[in-house]
């Protein structure tokens, strides 16, 4: 079932620019620009891109905070922005840079006050916000104050506060943002754990690309307000023809440049005695290379470097920006 | 706002109720501000009046109204002022709000966006200067000799609430035009405060253009004036017919209808912040 749906959705803004030493005009600029999308419930999307591309815009159209300019969407089967009230029943969402807690009150009453708020049955209350208190390790920080806590801290907390209603749909813009690798680990696991229970849905924006890798199937990418991608992260590679490196050490410099097709050398060092090969694609495989490197020398280590996402995505970025 | 307040049951209601104790126990965090906070705001009810009875030192008429005539409309004028700026007066933090992109988490939640808003920022000191307000406005009433029939009782109880309702509605409206201009405070204070002070004289001490906008196009007419001709059987010098003594109620629907409009108008054009 489509749990979210988005068909040409926009989100233009108007901006005063300067144009002379008094003169200002005002522009329209589309943050959103045409974006469709489809969600399945149960589906972990990480949706990315670089500053500015329209991310976060995106997230407030579906949580009903921004009022699109044009386009259809649909959350849960609501029209976000008209049927605001509904649909916050039904989604969490935790901004990594705004706090939904009571700033000045123990940890443990913004969680009392949502239960409130959301009108939420007192023992089912009571048992979502236990397992959080085991899986985030919350007990030892629930009765002080937010201001008081890290921010590791608090962003457990705001996790917390976002599920205690049992979303259907969870969206989390930067959850992981400024935090310690400790932190992030347990937050990372335990937005895993939710996801692999298969009952929320997940909508990640996040600019660590380790979250994606570590808890997202589908990758959205989008760019100047538009999608650029849409697909699994192995299709991502496919695509941008991601290349793997071989790293060679020898015990003596090669005495004539290998030559074959799909190979291309990216660095000599050490006297010519490590060379990094770039692969391209399927041409050729890590084995045949090393197979015809020892025909000619003798082989100390190989090393053989898998693409990683960023440069895929710093790729993706750059082309785009390029062909503008 | 009425459509906004009304539309939800009893939970939600008692949602609010929750809202509004957690603020209060937040700001009891800060025990000493609240103390010196509640002084401040008796101070500034006690003001209010002492300027009237200034006034009656060097005359003793204005523009043919006797002191307890002009001291029930300036009591009644504060108490509603007071009032409002006790339930909605925190409304104006709207602004940093906004400029902060907090508004953000008020739109995910479940309530409605100004309620929600004025029961995460109550400001319990201000209790102080409507209790002074009530204490006022019965000193007044019975010193100007305003009958104690029923009906008139009514009437003054009727006319703070109502005037509270005009002054909120000021309040709502003006603060909502943050949602396209985000530092837009003096505009407001100049309609709030400025609307205050009118509504604390009798009409015909101003000038036809002031009264137009003032006292017709904003209501301010109906916050104490011609509820106070009626609570003294006064006609109006000014000729406006007598019934309208008893119209501030509706009065106060319709400013109430339109600025809810202007909130709901200002919540469309949001623009909220980067990231």
Known sequence: MTIIEAQGLRKEFSVRVKTGRLRRETRRVAAVDGIDLAVERGEMLGYIGPNGAGKSTTLKMLTGVLYPSGGRVRVCGFEPVPQRIELARRIGVVFGQRSQLWWDLPLGDSFELLRHVYRVHAGDHAERLSRCRRLLELDAFLDTPVRQLSLGQRMRGELTAALLHGPEVLFLDEPTIGLDVVSKQAVRAFIGSLGASGDTTLVLTTHDLADIERLCRRLVVIDHGRVVHDGSLEDLHQRYRSQRRVVVDLDEPLATPLVLPGVSVESTAAGGRRVTYTLDGDAITAGDLVRRLTEGARLRDISILEPSIEDVVARLYTERSVSR | ?275
């Not at chain 2, 003054?156 to 949602?179: M, R």
């Open chain 2, 1 to 275: 706002m009425a459509a906004l307040m009304i539309g939800g049951a009893g939970e939600r209601l008692a949602a609010y109720g929750h809202l509004v104790r957690a603020q209060v126990r937040s700001q009891a965090q800060y025990r000493t501000s609240l103390v010196v906070d509640v002084v401040g705001s008796v101070a500034f009810g006690v003001l209010d009046v002492v300027t009237v009875i200034v006034f009656f030192r060097v005359t003793s008429d204005l523009a043919g109204f006797s002191f307890p005539e002009v001291f029930l409309m300036t009591t009644l004028t504060s108490c509603a002022f007071s009032l409002a700026d006790l339930c909605v007066g925190n409304v104006e933090r709207l602004r940093f709000f906004v400029r902060t992109g907090l508004f953000d988490a008020v739109l995910v939640r479940p309530l409605g966006t100004l309620v929600q808003l004025l029961a995460m920022d109550i400001a319990p000191r201000r209790v102080g200067r409507v209790v002074l307000g009530v204490a006022l406005v019965v000193t007044a009433a019975v010193h100007a000799h305003v009958p104690a029939s029923p009906a008139h009782i009514a009437l003054l109880v009727v006319t703070p609430l109502a005037g509270a309702v005009i002054f909120s509605s000021i309040f709502v409206a003006t603060s909502s035009v943050t949602f396209w201009w985000i530092e837009s405070g003096e505009f407001g204070n100049a309609l709030t405060y400025g609307g205050h002070d009118f509504a604390s004289y009798p009409l015909n001490i101003y000038g036809a253009a002031l009264r137009r906008i003032f006292a017709y196009g904003l209501g301010f007419a109906f916050v104490a004036y011609y509820p106070t001709l009626s609570l003294l059987g006064r006609t109006d010098p000014l000729g406006a017919p007598a019934f309208l003594g008893y119209a501030s109620p509706l009065i106060a629907l319709f400013t109430a209808g339109v600025a809810a409009l202007f909130w709901r108008l200002g919540i469309r054009h949001y623009r909220s912040t980067g990231s």
